[in-house]
């Protein structure tokens, strides 16, 4: 059964759509969209899809710029500010479970980078963006570094770079 609603945050309202499970939740996973995208991504479903059917709570979070109607990405500092907020509101709704967090390219990389300072038990990163096309001297790889439990899903022909296995 879903349920959309805003949630404040520092950085103007962030969109969160909620789909629960037949019975009791087993944890709580938080997903956020790539900088150009929204939280209907094909794959981003397919996993909300699997996750609940498994008895996961799914939550996806629209970043607030994209709520305000922006399609450039706010600062990295701000999509982890909002992020966070939500994350908080998130736990109190849904209290003793684990949280895992996630996302596609960029929500994966709010994920990893707040991953440890917002206490989750691990981390699902798909077309983790490991770095700009055609510069893989600008390596993200550190942000994969999340001392947790991490999955990365790419394809093995992303132009942005695919981890090598254990990096994270």
Same mark, same amino acid.
């Given at each position: 059964m879903p349920e959309d609603d805003d949630v404040p945050t520092p950085r103007g309202p962030a969109r969160v759509d909620t789909d629960l499970p037949a019975g009791a939740p087993s944890a709580l996973l938080v997903l956020g969209h790539g900088a150009g995208g929204d939280v209907d991504a094909p794959d981003l479903r397919a996993l909300r899809d699997a996750a609940v059917d498994a008895g996961?709570? *799914? #939550?996806?979070?629209?970043? !607030?710029?994209? *709520? #305000?109607?922006?399609?450039? !990405?706010?600062?990295?500092?701000?999509?982890?500010?909002?992020?966070?907020a939500v994350l908080a509101v998130l736990r109190q709704r849904h209290p003793g479970v684990p949280l895992l967090v996630g996302g596609r390219s960029s929500g994966a990389r709010v994920a990893c980078r707040t991953a440890p300072a917002v206490g989750a038990a691990g981390v699902v990163a798909l077309a983790f963006p490991l770095h700009p096309p055609g510069r893989p001297d600008r390596s993200r790889a550190a942000e994969l570094a999340t001392g947790l439990p991490t999955l990365v899903v790419n394809g093995d022909r992303d132009p942005f770079g695919v981890p090598e296995p254990g990096s994270g």
């Open positions: 996961l709570v *799914v #939550a996806r979070v629209t970043q !607030p710029y994209r *709520v #305000a109607g922006r399609r450039a !990405p706010a600062p990295a500092g701000h999509l982890d500010e909002a992020w966070t």
